[in-house]
């Protein structure tokens, strides 16, 4: 059994702070890796994906992948009260064929 | 949005009787998915097609059907409603780099 494992929180962090948020995986055959925001009653959205080790910036996020470590992080930084949702970890094997999610975690960003 | 609808959006049915969720997609994508999302369980596969009568079945399969006769539209049918199936379903398309979610079904059997 595939497992993907997140800090449920929550996780609160002050506007303009840097949020980071931690996931680990199971399957050591993993080759792609997948963060979701999801806001209260709406379907999970992409906001990032990572095939390779080390660090892929899109803006304010950062996604980081160790392998070696079965460790893939998100860092958003400068946050602003509208980063506060559940973020959703998700890993596959392959493409986004077939996804693993984590349970997810919620974060509060405070004025 | 990707193209992707799920009616109905609310539902409210009694245990024992059958349900049937729809999800239509415009995108003429060839994998699509059922999701259900329970707190503290994430999201969790229930099945999934890989083309026109081609399906799977994903780690929660029990109590649950699906079938998929066009490409656009992807049916879950729960045969006989049980409270334990009470919760928000999500239907899925998948490109290469990502699976685009559906507005999502809160489904509540009593």
């Known amino acids: 059994q595939k497992e993907v494992e997140q800090n449920s929180g929550p996780l609160s962090v002050p506007e303009g702070a840097i949020a980071s948020l931690n996931c680990t995986y199971s399957?050591?055959?993993?080759?792609?890796f997948f963060w979701y925001r999801q806001y209260s009653g709406k379907s999970p959205e992409l906001i990032m994906f990572?095939?390779?080790?080390g660090d892929k910036e899109d803006g304010r996020f950062t996604a980081q992948l160790n392998k070696a470590s079965q460790y893939v992080s998100l860092l958003i930084r400068d946050s602003q009260p509208s980063d506060s949702a559940t973020y959703l970890c998700?890993?596959?094997?392959?493409?986004?064929?077939?996804?693993?999610f984590g349970s997810g975690t919620q974060l509060t960003v405070l004025p | 949005d990707a193209g992707i609808t799920q009616s109905p959006r609310h539902k409210v049915t009694e245990t024992g009787t059958p349900v049937t969720l729809r999800c239509h997609q415009t995108?003429?994508?060839?994998?699509m998915y059922w999701y259900r999302q329970d707190p503290g369980h994430g999201l969790r596969l229930i099945h999934y097609?890989?083309?026109?009568?081609?399906?799977d079945k994903g780690e929660v399969s029990d109590g649950y059907s699906v079938s998929r006769s066009k490409t656009e539209d992807f049916l879950l049918t729960l045969e006989s409603a049980t409270s334990s199936q009470t919760s928000v379903y999500f239907c899925?398309?998948?490109?290469?780099?990502?699976?685009?979610f559906g507005p999502g079904t809160r489904l509540t059997v009593l």
């Open positions: 899925a398309i998948s490109g290469q780099d990502t699976q685009y």
């Open positions: 399957d050591r055959g993993s080759q792609s």
């Open positions: 990572i095939y390779s080790n």
């Open positions: 998700a890993v596959g094997s392959g493409s986004a064929r077939q996804l693993t």
């Open positions: 995108e003429n994508h060839r994998y």
């Open positions: 097609s890989y083309g026109v009568k081609d399906t």
